[in-house]
């Protein structure tokens, strides 16, 4: 369940986890390694939307480099 108070809204390990598709433990280990912004509120980690936005776009690998030509392929001969 999402919580939000004046200060916005805030996620759970368990519902970073599950945007991820990823395990809590994973989630809790990168806000350890402070690759994942979050506040212990409670002792409990939480983390806003915009946090897990910033997370997501750090970690975007562009799309595979382009395959070398085979030998003889694509080039046109005269």
Same mark, same amino acid.
């Given at each position: %369940? @999402?919580?939000?108070? @004046?200060? $916005? @809204?805030?996620? #759970? &390990?368990?519902? /970073? !986890?599950?945007?991820?598709? #990823?395990?809590?433990?994973? /989630?809790?280990? *990168? =806000? ?5 912004? +979050? +506040?212990?509120?409670?002792? =409990?980690?939480? &983390? #806003?939307?915009?946090?897990? !936005?910033?997370?997501? @776009?750090?970690? =975007? &690998? *562009? $799309?595979? %480099? ?6 003889? *392929?694509? +080039?046109?001969? +005269?």
């Amino acid at each position: %369940m @999402e919580q939000s108070n @004046e200060l $916005g @809204e805030f996620l #759970t &390990v368990d519902e /970073v !986890a599950k945007r991820l598709k #990823t395990s809590t433990k994973w /989630v809790r280990g *990168e =806000i350890k390694a402070t690759r994942l912004r +979050a +506040a212990k509120l409670g002792g =409990i980690y939480r &983390v #806003t939307p915009d946090d897990l !936005a910033d997370f997501y @776009e750090s970690n =975007i &690998v *562009e $799309g595979p %480099m382009k395959s070398r030509q085979r030998k003889g *392929e694509g +080039a046109a001969s +005269a």
